[in-house]
């Protein structure tokens, strides 16, 4: 069974700081990435997309990837309130168009 | 206007009772979701449809059923409504011109039954 594993937290940074929400998954043909941020009651919202090794910026958001120890990492730069919210990491595993969810990482910035 | 539509967006109704959660998309996406969500136990796959004629069960299909009348709309019903089917309910869909590609959700549907 395909298992993707995120820390529930919940994680508390400093506005201002990088905040640093990782996710680990079973499936070591898994090709496709993804990071999704959920505000409470709200619909899951697309923020990133990974598919090879290393990192992907997009403005204060970096998604690291690493197929070898099979994790993925989301880093988000300048850290605001507005960024608390819950960060959803999905899994599009070999020979599936299924992805698989993570439970994900409620994340606090305090100010 | 949003992309995936789900009405309604809240339903409160009672137990037995016939329910039907719809989903239209303007994205022209051909695959198209269904999942619930409880609190602390992330998004669980109700059913799936890759086209009009695809239809497939997720992890927790039973006591639910879909109907995808075109490409566009994806229907999910409850027959028989009971409480534990208290959740709240996305649509999502996705490009299927390839197989690796994220999901756009709904702003969903919060189900009560009572």
């Known amino acids: 069974q395909k298992e993707v594993e995120q820390n529930s937290g919940p994680l508390s940074v400093p506005e201002g700081a990088i905040a640093s929400l990782n996710c680990t998954y079973s499936?070591?043909?898994?090709?496709?990435f993804f990071w999704y941020r959920q505000y409470s009651g709200k619909s899951p919202e697309l923020i990133m997309s990974i598919y090879s090794n290393g990192d992907k910026e997009d403005g204060r958001f970096t998604a690291q990837l690493n197929k070898a120890s099979q994790y993925v990492s989301l880093l988000i730069r300048d850290s605001q309130p507005s960024d608390s919210a819950t960060y959803l990491c999905a899994v599009i595993g070999g020979g599936s168009y299924i992805p698989t969810f993570g439970r994900g990482t409620s994340l606090i910035v305090h100010p | 206007d949003a992309d995936v539509t789900q009405t309604p967006r809240n339903r409160i109704t009672k137990t037995g009772k016939r329910i039907m959660l719809e989903c239209s998309q303007t994205?022209?996406?051909?695959?198209m979701y269904w999942y619930r969500q409880d609190p602390g136990l992330g998004l669980q796959l109700i059913y799936y449809s890759f086209d009009v004629k695809d239809i497939n069960k997720g992890e927790i299909s039973d006591g639910y059923s879909v109907s995808r009348q075109a490409q566009a709309k994806f229907s999910l019903s409850l027959e028989s409504a009971i409480p534990n089917q208290t959740a709240l309910y996305f649509c999502a869909t996705s490009a299927g011109d390839r197989g690796n590609q994220p999901q756009h959700f709904g702003d969903g549907t919060r189900l009560s039954i009572l």
């Open positions: 994205k022209g996406h051909d695959r």
């Open positions: 499936d070591r043909v898994s090709q496709s």
